[in-house]
């Protein structure tokens, strides 16, 4: 395998004291939603992660890594069969 693949993560925070506040969006390009989560508390020690979300190669479909519903794609692409496999 060649190269580090990233993924883009929208990390979604509340403060952790005013549970009414609205939430706070972050967006953060890591290998993993966990790393992606540690440098969001990181970056915002004063908040409580809520949810993380991966951005999929569909522009504007993410895929939910905790909380919210997973969005389904539009559309499914069979995958193609290895060569000499059946």
Sequence with gaps: MTGVWTHRFEVVMRPLR?????????????????QA???AVTQHPDMKVLSVTRETATSGVF???KGA???????VVPLARVAGRR
């Design 69 to 75: 519903e997973r969005a389904e794609p539009a559309v």
């Design 18 to 34: 005013d549970l009414d506040a609205p939430p706070t969006h972050v967006f953060i390009e890591t290998r993993t939603a966990a």
């Design 63 to 65: 895929s939910t890594v």
């Design 37 to 39: 989560a540690r440098d």
